[in-house]
C-alpha cells in the first residue's frame, strides 16, 4: 500500500492515460480539419490552373508567325508553367472545324465555301494574375502583339471563381484559428485537471527549500513525452484515414500530395508537444504561487 502511494506521489507524475487521450483525441480533430483543408487548397490551385484565355491570330498567318507569338507568349511572367504540359497550346482552324462537327454535326464549309475560324492559342494563366486588374493587363499585353488578332475569356465566370475562393479562404481561416483554440483549451484544461492531485506534493518540495526549477523540471519532462506520444499517435491515425479515403474515392489521391501530408503530420506532433509544454508550465506555475489556504 505504502509503495502504491510513493508512486502516486512521485515528483511530475500525473495520469498517463487521460492527459494522452485527451490530447490525441484533440490533435486528430485538429489534424482532420488539416486534411479537408490541403483538399480544399489542392482543389482551389487545380480550379486555378484552369483558367485560361484564348488568343486568337491573323488569317492568313504563316507556321513562322505562329511559333514566334507561341514563343513571345510562353515567356510572359504571368504564364502557368511546370504542369507536364506546353504552357500555350494551339488549336487549328481545321482542328475548331472537325470539333464543331463532331458536336453539332453540322459543316458550315458546305455553305460558306471557306473555313471563317482562325488559329487560337489556348493559355492558362498563373493564380497570381487572375485579378480582374491582372487580367486586363495580361489581355492587353497580349493584344499587343503583332499577329494577334484577339484576346478572350469569360470575365464573369473568372470573377465569380475569385469571390467563392475568397469566401472559402476566410471560412478555412476562421475555422482554423477557432479549432486551434478549442484544441488549445482542451489540452491545457486536461494537463492542470491532471496536475490539481500533484498540488500539495508542489507545495511540500518548495517548504523543503527546492527551487522552482528543480520543481517544474519533472513536470515538463513528462509533458514532452506525452505530447510527443500524442502525436505520434494522431498522426498514425491521420495516416490511415487518409490512405482509407483515397483507397474509397480514388479521385482523392490527386489532392493528398506527400508534402502537403509530412508538413501536416509535422504540425500536428509540435502542435502536441508545444502545447502540452506551455500548459504544464502555466499549470505548476499557478501551484507555485498559490498559498496553502488557497490550494485547499
Known amino acids: ?13 500525473f495520469p498517463f492515460l487521460s492527459v494522452v487521450f485527451t490530447i490525441t483525441l484533440s490533435l486528430i480533430v485538429l489534424g482532420l480539419f488539416g486534411l479537408l483543408t490541403i483538399l480544399t487548397g489542392n482543389l482551389t490551385k487545380s480550379i486555378q490552373e484552369n483558367v485560361e484565355i484564348q488568343v486568337y491570330l491573323n488569317k492568313p498567318i504563316s507556321e513562322t508567325e505562329v511559333s514566334r507569338i507561341q514563343r513571345i507568349v510562353s515567356s510572359k511572367m504571368y504564364i502557368l508553367k511546370g ?15 472537325e470539333e464543331f ?35 486586363k493587363y495580361v489581355v492587353d499585353d497580349i493584344a499587343a502583339i503583332r499577329g494577334v488578332y484577339e ?12 469571390q467563392n475562393l475568397a469566401k472559402v479562404g476566410s471560412i478555412l481561416l476562421a475555422f482554423s484559428l ?16 491532471a496536475l490539481y492531485s500533484q498540488r500539495f506534493l508542489i507545495r511540500s518540495m518548495q517548504l523543503v527549500g527546492a527551487t522552482a526549477r528543480f520543481i517544474r ?3 515538463l519532462n513528462r509533458a514532452l513525452l506525452y505530447g510527443l506520444i500524442a502525436g505520434l499517435i ?18 482523392l489521391a490527386a489532392l493528398f500530395d506527400a508534402q502537403h501530408l509530412l508538413m501536416l503530420y509535422a504540425v500536428v506532433v509540435l502542435l502536441g508537444i508545444i502545447v502540452a509544454y506551455l500548459s504544464t508550465y502555466r499549470a505548476v506555475r499557478k501551484y507555485l504561487k498559490l498559498s ?3 490550494l485547499y
Open 292 to 294: 496553502l489556504d488557497e
Open 1 to 13: 500500500m505504502r509503495k502504491g502511494t510513493d508512486r502516486k506521489r512521485k515528483l511530475g507524475s
Open 217 to 219: 523540471q519533472p513536470f
Open 178 to 193: 477557432l479549432f486551434l483554440l478549442l484544441v488549445t483549451i482542451l489540452i491545457n484544461n486536461a494537463i492542470k485537471l
Open 151 to 162: 484576346v478572350s475569356y469569360v470575365a464573369s465566370l473568372v470573377e465569380k471563381i475569385n
Open 83 to 97: 504542369q507536364g504540359s506546353p504552357p500555350v497550346q494551339r488549336i487549328t482552324k481545321e482542328e475548331a472545324a
Open 101 to 135: 462537327l463532331q458536336n453539332t454535326g453540322e459543316d458550315f464549309s458546305n455553305f460558306l465555301g471557306d473555313n471563317p475560324l482562325r488559329d487560337v492559342l489556348m493559355v492558362n494563366i498563373a493564380p497570381g494574375y487572375q485579378s480582374s486588374d491582372s487580367l
Open 234 to 251: 494522431s498522426v498514425a491515425v491521420l495516416y490511415t484515414i487518409s490512405n482509407y479515403l483515397q483507397l474509397l474515392i480514388s479521385d
